[in-house]
């Protein structure tokens, strides 16, 4: 299952640059993943300084 971005992002962009296979794009007001690119890696995950981002 890709990861989500809920509503705690503040498009700090630290996920985009720690995206393998880069998954992950500034959308309106948030980033957003990719579900189809992500391999669920979790590395966005571990990056985020406000914890956004979970598994689906």
């Excluded at 990719?34 to 406000?50: L, Q, S």
Aim: charged share 20%; aromatic share 2%; net charge negative.
């Amino acid at each position: 299952m890709a990861r989500v971005i809920s509503d705690a992002c503040v498009s700090c962009g630290t996920c985009e640059g720690e995206c393998p296979v880069g998954a992950i794009s500034q959308g309106d007001g948030q980033y957003v993943v990719d579900a189809d690119t992500c391999i669920d890696c979790g590395a966005c995950e571990a990056a985020c300084p406000t914890g956004a981002i979970s598994e689906a």
